[in-house]
C-alpha cells in the first residue's frame, strides 16, 4: 500500500502504520480463547437471535457472502454492547447435488470433498472476525443433524403432512432428479436451466397447502420487505371463485369447472377439458375419435407446462365429439380437449368465454367458434358490445344475460353464486395455486427417508429410536435414471421389518435439501442435544429469530417452506411461534463490470486477496459503506482504497493524540467541557453516537452511519490541538466503541494499544447519547434563492444536505419562491443553502 495520505494535514510522522496483519491475528486470538461470541447460558436476559443464511460450502467464500456476513455481524456486535444476550450462530447447509457434480468431475467422495470446503470457508470467515458462537456449527450432512432430519420427517408422516403418491413430475433431465415446482423457473430447472420435462413416478410430499391460508394471512404481520411477501402471496396464489356443473347433453355425466368470473356465464361458447382429464379419455373412448384422441393426448403430454400456459403459445384443441348444457341459459357448448387447461388447477375443465378470456378468444378465433359478450364497461363505452375483436377483460356491466343484464360484475358474481347453491348446480369455491411439496429426490448426496416396505406390513416408519438411517459412505453415487444410487446397495436396502421382524426394503430415496434447511434455525437454539431435536426451554427462550439476514433468491423457496415447517411443528406442539423470521432483511448483489459476481462469467474478486492485501476491517468497512445494504452494488477497487485511507487517518489521529492521553483517567460520559472547543468535541461525539444509532435501528443504514464517521472524524481534525486531554480522551473511546462492530480489529488496538484500556472494546456498553445536547446542537442556516439572502432556517448542526433542503420546501416562509419549483440547490454545510429557481 502507498502512503497518498498528504491530504491529511494532522498526520503525526510519529504514528506507526496499522499493521492489520500482526493485530487481525492477534485479536482472533484472544476472542477465541477467550469464547467471547458464545451466547449465555441464561435465560433471564433479553435476547437477539441474529441470523444470517446459511452457505452452501462451495469450497470458498464469495463477495456476496462477506457482504451478508458482514451485515449480520454488525448487527450481532451492536446487540451485544446494548446488552443483549445474542445468539448468532453460523453451520452449513452441506447436502445436496454441487458436492456430488464436484465430486464426480474430480474423482473424490462428496463427503471428503463437503467437509474440507467447511474447514476452508470456516477459516475464512474466522479471518474476516465474524464473531459466530462456533460451539453451534451444525452441517447438514452429519448424522447428527439429519438425524433430526429425519425425525421431522417422522413427525410429519405421523400426522398426515408427509404422504406418498404416483404423480407426475418435474424431471431434470440434465441433474438426472425431480424438482420441487418452486424449483423450477420459467420451466427449467433452477440449477442448470435446463428444460424440465415431466414423468410420473411414486413420490414423497409434504403437505403444504394445508396451511395455504395461514401461510398468506400470516405475512401480513411480518417485518419483511414488501416484495417478498408480494412473491409469496403470488406464489401461493389464492383465487376466490366458484364451481359449476354443465351436464353433458344425452347423459347424466357432468363437467365440473372452477371459473372466477362466473359473471361472464352468459357468454360461455365452448367447454375445454385438461387433455389428461379422465372424462376426456371417457368420451371418446370407443368413438371414432379414439385414436385421435390417444396421439394427441400423448403430444400434448410433452409439452412443457410454461408453453401450455403461455399467452402468446398457440393453443392446441381437439373437439371430443359431444356437447355440454349451460345450467343459465340452456345453450349447447361443444366440449373441447385444450393444451392450455391443466389437470392440476382448479377442476381440470373450464367454461371458455371467448369475448372475456385472452386465452379462449385465441382458441376460439382458432376453431372458428362463437364470441359473445357479456360485460361492457362501466363508463358506457360500447367498445365490446359487437366488435369481436375486442377483449374486455375487467369488470363491468352485464349484457345479453337474462335477469342479470344491467347488473355490475360483483353484484352478478354474489347474485349468480348464490343461484348455483340453491339449484345445486355449484358452489362458492376458493382456489389455490399452491402445490403439495415434493420432498423426495433420486440422488445420493441427502438424508435418506426413514421408511421401510415390507412384503407382509406394507410402507412401515422407521423406529424414533433406530434413527439415524446412516447414509452409507460407499456407494456408486453417480445419478442413475430415476433409480436412487442407495437401490444399488445391498447393504443399505435389505433389512428387516421393524414391525413383524420379516425382511424389508429400504425406502431409497433421499430428501430434497430445502428439507434440512427449513428447520436449522430451531437446531442452533440447542445445537448439541443429543436426545432431542431442540428441547422446549430452548425453543421457548430463542425463537422466533430477530432478524435474519440473507439472499432475494430465496424469496420463495426456502423461506416459504421454513414458515411452513414452523408452523407444522407449532401444531405438533414443538414451537411457541407460527412465524420462524421477525424480521428479514434481504441484501443486495455485488456486481463487478455490471453483473453478479460469478465464477462462470469469471468477474470475481477473491476475498482471500483482499484479506490479504487490505485486511479484514476494510473489506468490512468497504462493503457496508459503498452502498445502503439492500442495494447492489458495483465493486471498485478505489472504492476500497478510499476506505483504507480513512482507517489510516482514524489510526493515525489516535497515534497524534496517544502520547498526550497517557495516563489521563479513563473518562466516563459525564466528562467536564472547560471550554468552547470542549464543548464542541462533546457535542461532536454525542452526534456521532446519534448518527449511528439511529442510521442502525433505522433499518440498517450502515453506509450513512459511516459517513457519518468521516464527518465526525474531519470535524474534529479541525480543533484536536484544542481539546483537553480528558475530553479528548473520553471523545476517543466513544468513537472505538461506535466503530467497535463495524471494524472489530481496528477497534480493539485503538482501545487498548492506543487508548491503554482493557479489552476488549467489545464488552463495553454502547455509548448512549442526550438527546439535550443535539437540541442546542441547532444551527441557522441562511436560505439564498437566486443568490438572494430570504431568510434563516434552523437545522440540527450537521445535518445533510437532503434534509435542510427539505426543511426549507416545508417551511411556509419560503413556499412563494417554489412555484415552480427549482433547478438546482447548493449547500455549504451549517451555513448557506441557495436555490436556483
Ligand atoms: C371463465 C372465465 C371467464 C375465466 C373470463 C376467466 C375470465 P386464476 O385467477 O388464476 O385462479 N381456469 C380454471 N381452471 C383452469 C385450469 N385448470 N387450467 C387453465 N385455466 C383454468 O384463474 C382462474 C380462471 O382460469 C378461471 O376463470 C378459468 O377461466 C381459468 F372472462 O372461467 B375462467
Ligand atoms: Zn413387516
Redesign the pocket.
Known amino acids: 500500500m502507498e502512503n497518498n495520505d498528504n491530504n491529511n494535514k494532522n498526520v503525526s510522522t510519529e504514528a506507526k502504520e496499522y499493521d492489520f496483519r500482526q493485530a487481525e491475528e492477534r485479536w482472533s486470538n484472544y476472542w477465541q480463547q477467550r469464547d467471547m461470541h458464545k451466547a449465555e447460558e441464561t435465560t433471564k436476559k433479553p435476547k437477539k437471535y441474529v441470523l444470517e443464511m446459511f452457505p452452501y460450502p462451495s469450497g470458498r467464500l464469495h463477495m456476496g457472502h462477506v457482504r451478508n456476513y458482514t451485515l449480520g455481524d454488525v448487527v450481532a456486535r451492536y446487540n451485544r454492547m446494548r446488552g443483549f444476550n445474542v445468539l448468532h450462530p453460523m453451520g452449513w447447509d452441506a447436502f445436496g447435488l454441487p458436492a456430488e457434480n464436484a465430486a464426480i468431475e474430480r474423482n473424490i467422495h462428496p463427503e471428503t470433498w463437503t467437509l474440507s470446503n467447511i474447514d476452508y470457508m470456516k477459516q475464512q470467515m474466522k479471518k474476516l472476525g465474524f464473531s459466530y458462537d462456533w460451539d453451534r456449527e451444525l452441517a447438514t450432512c452429519l448424522p447428527d443433524y439429519y438425524k433430526w432430519t429425519q425425525w421431522l420427517f417422522l413427525k410429519l408422516y405421523e400426522k398426515g403432512l408427509a404422504y406418498k403418491k404416483r404423480a407426475k413430475v418435474n424431471w431434470c433431465p440434465h441433474c438426472k432428479t425431480v424438482l420441487a415446482n418452486e424449483q423450477v423457473i420459467d420451466g427449467k430447472c433452477w440449477r442448470c436451466h435446463t428444460p424440465i420435462e415431466k414423468r410420473e413416478i411414486e413420490q414423497w410430499f409434504f403437505k403444504i397447502t394445508a396451511y395455504a391460508d395461514d401461510l398468506l394471512k400470516d405475512l401480513d404481520d411480518l417485518d419483511w420487505p414488501e416484495y417478498v411477501k408480494a412473491q409469496q402471496r403470488n406464489w401461493i396464489?389464492r383465487?376466490e371463485?366458484a364451481t359449476v356443473r354443465f351436464q353433458i347433453e344425452g347423459t347424466d355425466k357432468y363437467i365440473e369447472?372452477?371459473?372466477?368470473?362466473l359473471d361472464?356465464i352468459y357468454g360461455?361458447t365452448f367447454m375445454v377439458l385438461?387433455p389428461e382429464h379422465p372424462l376426456a379419455k371417457e368420451l371418446t373412448q370407443g368413438t371414432e375419435l379414439e385414436e385421435d384422441f390417444n396421439a394427441f393426448l400423448k403430444a400434448i403430454t410433452l409439452k412443457p407446462e410454461i408453453d401450455r400456459?403461455s399467452t402468446e403459445k398457440e393453443k392446441e384443441g381437439f373437439f371430443l365429439g359431444k356437447y355440454a348444457i349451460n345450467p343459465f341459459n340452456g345453450e349447447r357448448l361443444p366440449i373441447y380437449a385444450g393444451d392450455?387447461?391443466?389437470?392440476?388447477?382448479?377442476?381440470?375443465?373450464?367454461?371458455?368465454?371467448p369475448a372475456?378470456?385472452e386465452r379462449?378468444n385465441a382458441f376460439a378465433k382458432k376453431y372458428h367458434l362463437p364470441i359473445i359478450p357479456v360485460v361492457v364497461p362501466k363508463d358506457g363505452t360500447k367498445a365490446s358490445e359487437k366488435g369481436e375483436d375486442v377483449l374486455f377483460?375487467d369488470y363491468g356491466t352485464l349484457v345479453n344475460s337474462g335477469p342479470y343484464s344491467g347488473k355490475t360484475s360483483e353484484e352478478a358474481l354474489d347474485l349468480m353464486a348464490t343461484y348455483l347453491e340453491e339449484h345445486q348446480l355449484g358452489s362458492k369455491k376458493v382456489?389455490y395455486?399452491l402445490r403439495d411439496w415434493l420432498v423426495s429426490r433420486q440422488r445420493y448426496w441427502g438424508a435418506p427417508i426413514p421408511m421401510v416396505y415390507c412384503e407382509k406390513c406394507g410402507m412401515v416408519p422407521v423406529p424414533e429410536e433406530e434413527l439415524p438411517v446412516v447414509l452409507p459412505r460407499e456407494v456408486d453415487y453417480m445419478p442413475g435414471d430415476l433409480v436412487s444410487p442407495l437401490a444399488t446397495d445391498p447393504a443399505f436396502v435389505e433389512t428387516t421389518c421393524p414391525k413383524c421382524g420379516g425382511p424389508a426394503r429400504r425406502e431409497t430415496d433421499t430428501m430434497d435439501t430445502f428439507v434440512d434447511s427449513s428447520w436449522y434455525y430451531f437446531r442452533y437454539a440447542d445445537a448439541r442435544n443429543e436426545n432431542e431435536a431442540f428441547s422446549k426451554d430452548a425453543e421457548n427462550y430463542w425463537l422466533p429469530v430477530d432478524i435474519y439476514i440473507g439472499g432475494v433468491e430465496h424469496a420463495v423457496l426456502h423461506l416459504l417452506y421454513s414458515r411452513f415447517i414452523t408452523k407444522a411443528l407449532k401444531d405438533m406442539g414443538y414451537t411457541h411461534v407460527s412465524e420462524p423470521f421477525s424480521k428479514l432483511f434481504t441484501q443486495g448483489m455485488v456486481t463487478l463490470g455490471g453483473s453478479a459476481m460469478s465464477k462462470s462469467k469469471g468477474n470475481i474478486v477473491d476475498p482471500d486477496d483482499i484479506l490479504k492485501n487490505y485486511g479484514a476491517d476494510a473489506a468490512r468497512m468497504y462493503t457496508l459503506f459503498v452502498a445502503p445494504p439492500e442495494k447492489d452494488f458495483e465493486w471498485s477497487q478505489q472504492g476500497l482504497e478510499g476506505i483504507v485511507r480513512f482507517l489510516r487517518r482514524i489510526w493515525n489521529f489516535y497515534g497524534k493524540h496517544a502520547a498526550r492521553l497517557e495516563g489521563v483517567n479513563s473518562a466516563n460520559e459525564n466528562v467536564e467541557a472547560h471550554s468552547e472547543w470542549d464543548s464542541k468535541a462533546l457535542r461532536a461525539s454525542n452526534r456521532l453516537v446519534y448518527r449511528v444509532t439511529s442510521d442502525i435501528e433505522d433499518n440498517y443504514r450502515f453506509n450513512t452511519a459511516i459517513a457519518g464517521m468521516m464527518e465526525f472524524l474531519n470535524e474534529i481534525t479541525e480543533y484536536d490541538d484544542k481539546v483537553s486531554s480528558a475530553v479528548m480522551k473520553e471523545v476517543l473511546e466513544t468513537f472505538a466503541k461506535v466503530l467497535a462492530p463495524f471494524v472489530p480489529f481496528m477497534a480493539e488496538e485503538l482501545w487498548s494499544t492506543m487508548l491503554g484500556n482493557e479489552p476488549s472494546v467489545h464488552e463495553q456498553s454502547w455509548p448512549a447519547f442526550n438527546e439535550e445536547l443535539l437540541e442546542e446542537a441547532q444551527v441557522e442556516v441562511a436560505v439564498q434563492i437566486n443568490g438572494k439572502f430570504r431568510g434563516t432556517i434552523i437545522v440540527p448542526n450537521g445535518a445533510p444536505e437532503e434534509d435542510v433542503k427539505n426543511a426549507v420546501l416545508r417551511s411556509g416562509s419560503f413556499t412563494k419562491y417554489f412555484d415552480q419549483g427549482y433547478k438546482k440547490c447548493f449547500y455549504v454545510p451549517n451555513k448557506i443553502i441557495n436555490f436556483i429557481v
Not at 369447472?257 to 368470473?261: E, L, Q
Not at 391443466?342 to 381440470?348: H, Q
Request: hydrophobic share 40%.
Open positions: 396464489g383465487s371463485g369447472v372452477f371459473t372466477t368470473r361472464t360461455a385438461a400456459l392450455y387447461v391443466l389437470m392440476e388447477y382448479g377442476t381440470g375443465a373450464i367454461m371458455a368465454v372475456h378470456d379462449d377483460t382456489t395455486r
